[in-house]
């Protein structure tokens, strides 16, 4: 007698098809999780300001949901949510680095794994001394003093002066022996880590 196959009612090939049916489902339910922004990109735009921009998980990922926000937050800055990139960030410290990572998140409130980027010192013009000024004129000497710049840790000074150039830790600077009436022309600059200095600032002064 010849029994004709029927997978459908086969018990086991139906298990196995009801299996699969579900392992479909799940591997969906894998996919409603969110990948991270990649191609991240900073621009230190000053010494207390860097913007951040990436490409958004779906821009990339066809699986991947709409993101309807993302976080980045970081040691040393306040954590800062925006609804579409690119975001900035404020508070920064001229002389740090900062290492920062980024969120999406998805309408179910599912997160994406950090994605981490760095933010560089600043390394545009570094901060030149501030408020030079004459402290002193008087019996053939002349003394100049000014501050020290916001937001910088300078490691030193330079000060030129009659042709010559002097490096002082201080934040003043004293002549002696000086001819009353001839004009002394005085430049100041700051010295940073790593070998990079300020613009020069510069004061006149006529000794008495």
């Not at 969120?103 to 950090?114: C, D, E, K, M």
Request: hydrophobic residues 40%; glycine residues 8%; neutral net charge.
């Amino acid at each position: 007698m010849r029994v004709k196959g029927n997978t459908n009612e086969d018990p086991d090939v139906r298990g196995a098809t009801e299996l699969s049916n579900d392992s479909k489902k799940d591997a969906k339910a894998i996919f409603t999780t969110i990948c991270s922004p990649g191609h991240k990109r900073v621009t230190r735009i000053s010494p207390t300001t860097a913007t951040l921009t990436w490409e958004e998980p779906y821009a990339e990922c066809a699986l991947c949901p709409n993101a309807i926000a993302y976080e980045v937050a970081g040691d040393g800055i306040a954590s800062v949510r925006v609804v579409r990139p690119p975001c900035t960030i404020t508070g920064l410290q001229p002389d740090s680095e900062y290492l920062l990572s980024i969120w999406a998140i998805a309408a179910s409130g599912t997160q994406s794994l950090p994605s981490p980027v760095r933010i560089l010192r600043y390394r545009g013009a570094r901060s030149a001394p501030e408020n030079l000024r004459v402290t002193a004129n008087s019996n053939h000497y002349v003394s100049i003093a000014w501050d020290t710049p916001d937001l910088s840790n300078p490691t030193g000074y330079r000060v030129a002066v009659l042709g010559n150039l002097r490096n002082v830790g201080e934040t003043f600077y004293v002549l002696h022996n000086l001819m009353p009436g001839l004009p002394l022309l005085f430049g100041v600059q700051a010295k940073y880590a790593g070998g990079e200095n300020s613009v020069w600032v510069w004061i006149t002064v006529i000794p008495l």
